[in-house]
């Protein structure tokens, strides 16, 4: 059974999700950084993504010269959303709406999950923000051109309840408000 439904984001100080469809700080020392702290949260839970997160990470996965036949990320269930009927991606479970993981309850079966994460794009993120009970959010410093951006003013309805800084970001843990 899943406990809770969170998501994890990275934004600049403006609040820039992305540029170009690509992560611009992707090359920052910062980049490391967050993906350590991504698979600390993540590990032995589930993610969901939509199709052009997802062959992103594919895509890095690939150029790193790992194999597609495995998980999409080791450690965790990947879900995939998209509408796209020829689309199939590879180490992930493809699924139509949030509402529709039908694969979920038997992978709960054999793997503990106890959150399932919302990890991008942005339009995923929007989507589905009114239904995440917490947000992992790194605030990578600088500004970064971002052609996207992610409405920082939902985060009022949250509250902050743990945090952290580093030289290159801010890491904060909000829980929704009551």
Known sequence: MINRFAMIIALDEGGGFSKENRIPWMNEP?????????????NHNAILMGRKTYEEIHEMKVSRGLREDGPLLRGRT??????????QPFGAIKTVS????????????????????????????????????????????????????FPIQEFKKFNIVEGEQTNNAYYIHYVRGA
């Open 98 to 149: 949030f509402y529709n993981l039908g694969d979920l309850e038997e992978i709960q079966d054999r793997h503990v999950i106890q959150t399932l994460f919302v990890i991008g794009g942005l339009r995923t993120c929007n989507d589905l923000f009114a239904r995440v009970s917490d947000v992992y959010c790194t605030i990578v410093k600088g500004y970064y051109n971002c052609d996207k951006k």
């Open 78 to 87: 990947s879900f995939v959303l998209s509408r796209n009927s020829k689309f």
């Open 30 to 42: 910062v980049f490391r950084e967050d993906q350590k702290k991504f698979k600390e949260l993540t």
